[in-house]
């Protein structure tokens, strides 16, 4: 798999080439932890999943080192903490938890590591130290702050100049800057606000010193990849490569840079400030966790993609399909074993080829779904033949290739009954037999009634050639 990735810094596809093919290294911007996250900060986690899942691939699970900080130290997490009258460890501790839940049944894999402003603080006060002794930062009124004229090439990833793009965004007025531009390494903390001591005075660290400290820190630069939402180009990571930079005096602070596009609603980007939002947390409550990462991946890492109830259907709907061909093929394969070896191995690969692919073309998650259901048609039509050693190579190319982009896992007959207790399920499946038999006889007043029978318990059935599945209806389709 040849991989090829579109850098923003380049402003170009490049093919992925790590400095050490033994260690690549990949960091991602994570979640403030002083809320419940919602829907827009999930795709970031999904769609570096995904890089993550396929570097796993090429280079070896081993070699792959992925870092996604946690940020917990705040206003938002302190202006919380101090409502509830607690440490804002027990609001960081709390809203963590959560996240690691959500993210979880969205079916991400947990990264290598997963580092905290708070553990980082002497490494943030040491990197800020080094800045200040080489003419980059400078220390006033208990703040420590970065010189943004001491860096040639700031402004480079975002392609504006410095005065666009002070122009262009909230840039906080102060005496003590030398520059407008200039920010925070280091502030004083307000009362009643945790605060750290340091040589500028007791305070803490600003947002963007905290993921150059981790970087450093954890990884050790300069990183393979450094990922994250269009929203932190600028200003974050435009800082993160100033400072790190010129801590280090190096070239280079990230080989690659990703970033996704905007999760809107109604055309507008969804964020807690807005109140435009929606939550994994009550999604998943009636949605599964796999459908919602369908959703997330139906379009391009880079493109916008528009959140709707329809957008979840369509999810659901499309794995419904995947998973009623595993599940005939799990009938008709049934007692037939094919012993797993290299040679076997090797056909279903070249079968899933052409999902690799789409994989290894900067991530085109919507083609690589396209491929899935190019793997399931093949798989059906060996079932409908009767050749059962081709639809076995064809289902072990559908699951290699559904594991990759983390599709697939569930048994089909859990993913389609999930929720159901035994007795529920034996009489929907009575429902169906009844169903079946009225249908046969062209009873349709019997099987009319059933179906009345069959929507009152929410029942979705789906007909397909080795007889009727059923599934709970979302709530999006009631």
Known sequence: MNLVLQDTMAREKRPFVPADPQRVTMYVCGPTVYNYVHIGNARPVVVFDVLFRVLRRIYGAEAVVYARNITDVDDKINAKAAAEGVDISVVTERYAAAYHEDMAALGALPPTLEPRATAHIEAMQAMIARLIEGGSAYAAEGHALFDTQSFPDYGALSGRDLDDMIAGARVEVAPYKRHPAD???????????????????????????????????????????????????????????????????????????????????????????????????????????????????????????????????????????????????????????????????????????????????????????????????????????????????????????????????????????????????????????????????KDWPAADAIRDELNALNVVVMDGPQGATWRFRESAEA
């Open 183 to 441: 920010f925070v390494l280091w502030k004083p903390s307000k009362p009643g606000e945790p605060e750290w001591p340091s040589p500028w005075g007791p305070g803490r660290p600003g947002w963007h010193i905290e993921c150059s400290a981790m970087v450093e820190k954890t990884l050790g630069a300069p990183i393979d990849i450094h990922g994250g939402g269009l929203d932190l180009i600028f200003p974050h990571h435009e800082n993160e490569i100033a400072q790190s930079r010129c801590a280090d005096h190096a070239p280079v602070y990230a080989r690659y840079w990703l970033h996704n596009g905007f999760l809107d609603m109604a055309g507008e980007k969804m964020s807690k400030s807005l109140g435009n939002v929606v939550l994994p947390r009550e999604l998943l409550k009636t949605t599964p966790g796999e459908a919602i990462r369908w959703a997330l991946l139906s379009a391009h890492y880079r493109a916008p993609l528009d959140w709707t109830a329809e957008l979840i259907v369509q999810a659901r709907q499309s794995l419904d399909r995947l998973y009623q061909v595993l599940q005939d093929a799990g009938r008709e394969l049934a007692g037939y074993d094919v012993r797993s070896n290299p040679v076997i191995e090797r056909a279903a690969a070249e079968l899933a080829a052409p999902f690799d692919a789409a994989l290894a073309n900067d991530l085109n998650t919507p083609q690589a779904q396209s491929e899935l259901f190019q793997l399931a048609q093949g798989l059906r039509a060996a079932l409908t033949a009767g050749d059962k050693e081709a639809a076995w190579l064809r289902r072990a190319a559908l699951l290699r290739a559904g594991e990759l982009i983390g599709f697939l896992q569930a048994d089909p007959g859990s993913w389609f009954e999930g929720g159901a207790d035994e007795a529920l399920k034996a009489r929907i499946d009575d429902l169906l037999t009844r169903r079946l038999a009225a249908r046969q006889a």
